[in-house]
């Protein structure tokens, strides 16, 4: 058995959440927030059998695009803030970013 972390933006999540349905695959949502962007994210906790690792993996693709968007970065900690001027840097988002973890052990009570 695995665990399958996939954190994904938050455009993303209604799709991948119904397409986990639909392929009869239990998950848990979490909302987080990413780093980088300081933006809403989705992160799935899924257990699934080894053998159904890929198949999972390959839902996870087809329902969680990477897409370009303009953000305004931070005004740097060292400059004047009246002198800073923020240009719009275009940057990829979305996808998904997943982590497969080995389970020693599962319980459902």
Known sequence: MKLVIAIVQDKDSHRLS???VKQ???ATKLASTGGFLKAGNTTFFIGVEDE????LLEIIQKNCKSREQLVSPVSSLGGNADSYIPYPVEVQVGGATVFVLP???FHQF
């Open 18 to 20: 119904s397409e986990l």
């Open 24 to 26: 009869n695959v239990r």
């Open 52 to 55: 159904r690792v890929d198949e």
């Open 103 to 105: 389970i020693e052990q």
